[in-house]
């Protein structure tokens, strides 16, 4: 056991290097980041229409992003996950889709898709076919990046989405799908990417830190009761309440950015930490402390995902949309970089 004065010690030791007080002193080039809250569209009732994100696509647009993030698995962490299935099986059946029909299509596994779009963006030149694009649509899908896919199908005209090029009909089906899809990576991210010229979306999560819990059973419930018991308390009470009063108002004018505002004011992470994570943290069982460790896990390594798209392109400005529980982690997280500044979306989205 370790003397009172040494315990002290080390529960007060404070680092002194502080690396966000070590900025890049140029200031030109910079890379910009700014981080959009959202709520995850397919979340809210059936009366939402994706036709009224119009006011705020328009303000996201303005501010001319050359790089857009989404909270999506990346075909190469889903093609990693497959491969260990007695962890990661509940994982690849929720958040990964099957690339297969790509791979057959065009011949080319998760990895060699991902090498040949990259080429492929980099061959375009200026003014793309429409076979090009149908062609690194495809690849694209063979990538395990839908969502990439989807943009090079929105940026076709309307008579050129069609199945050619490494697209049959049934990847033809499945594009059409997804631009229909109520999603934000759908809705928002593809949609804003088409309309600014960019070639793909940046797909950031991380789900790596899953596991199927404790091995035992009756553990494994107990730990699971201990987050749901944290759960309920006032802040967690006082976010239901903003989120149904403003999702009650998506219909009126101005409804969709006075939700947006909400979700990303500055004091909104603080009541999220205090409804969830910090409410596990406090829990007397101790039991939802692995709860938190996964989550903070998973937002380090979605924030380093982040910036190594920064360092393949310095002087990038990129969008980060995300479920609005991470915003407050992806800001703290990313403002820790020598070389990397923040954006407030809020201006934004004011009235």
């Known amino acids: ?20 007080t070590l900025k890049r002193t140029g200031t030109a080039n910079p ?33 001319k992003p050359t790089a857009i993030a989404t909270e999506d698995l990346s075909g190469l962490q889903c093609d990693a996950l497959r491969r260990y299935p007695s962890r990661y099986a509940e994982t690849v059946e929720t958040y990964c889709y099957d690339p297969t029909p790509a791979n057959t299509a065009t011949g080319l596994d998760v990895p060699a898709a991902n090498a040949e779009g990259e080429r ?25 990046e839908r969502f990439s896919a989807l943009v090079q199908w929105l940026r076709l005209p309307p008579p050129e989405r069609r ?13 059409t799908e997804l631009a229909g899809r109520r ?13 600014l010229g960019l070639e793909r979306t940046w797909s950031v999560d991380d789900h790596s830190a899953d596991s199927p819990g404790d091995a035992d059973p009756a553990r494994r419930k ?32 101005g409804g969709v950015l006075a939700l947006y505002r909400s979700m990303n004011a500055p004091d909104a992470p603080a009541l999220v930490y205090r409804s969830d994570f910090g409410a596990a943290l406090a829990e007397p069982t101790g039991l939802a402390r692995d709860y938190v460790g996964y989550w903070e896990t998973r937002n380090l390594r979605m924030v380093a995902n982040i910036r190594d798209v920064l360092g393949r392109t310095p002087g990038t400005r990129m969008l980060a949309v995300v479920g609005a529980s991470h915003k407050g982690y992806y800001e703290a997280y990313l403002h820790q970089m020598h070389d990397v500044t923040l954006a407030d979306v809020m201006p934004l989205l004011r009235e």
């Open 1 to 20: 056991m370790l003397a009172p004065d040494v315990a002290a010690q080390e529960s007060g030791y404070r680092p002194t290097f502080r690396p966000e």
């Open 31 to 63: 890379n910009i980041v700014m981080v959009l809250g959202t709520t995850h569209l397919a979340n809210l009732p059936e009366s939402f229409q994706p036709a009224v994100l119009g006011p705020l696509l328009d303000r996201l647009a303005a501010w």
């Open 120 to 144: 492929l963006v980099a061959a375009l030149g200026k003014a793309p076919t429409p076979a090009q694009r149908r062609r690194l649509a495809a690849v694209w899908l063979a990538a395990g």
């Open 163 to 175: 199945a050619g090029d490494g697209l049959d009909a049934p990847l033809v089906a499945m594009l």
């Open 183 to 195: 999603g934000e990576s759908s809705q928002i991210s593809a949609v804003l990417a088409a309309r």
């Open 222 to 253: 107990a730990a699971d009761d201990a987050v749901v018991r944290a759960w309920d308390n006032p802040a967690s009470r006082q976010r239901r309440a903003n989120d149904e009063r403003l999702t009650a108002g998506l219909g009126t004018p």
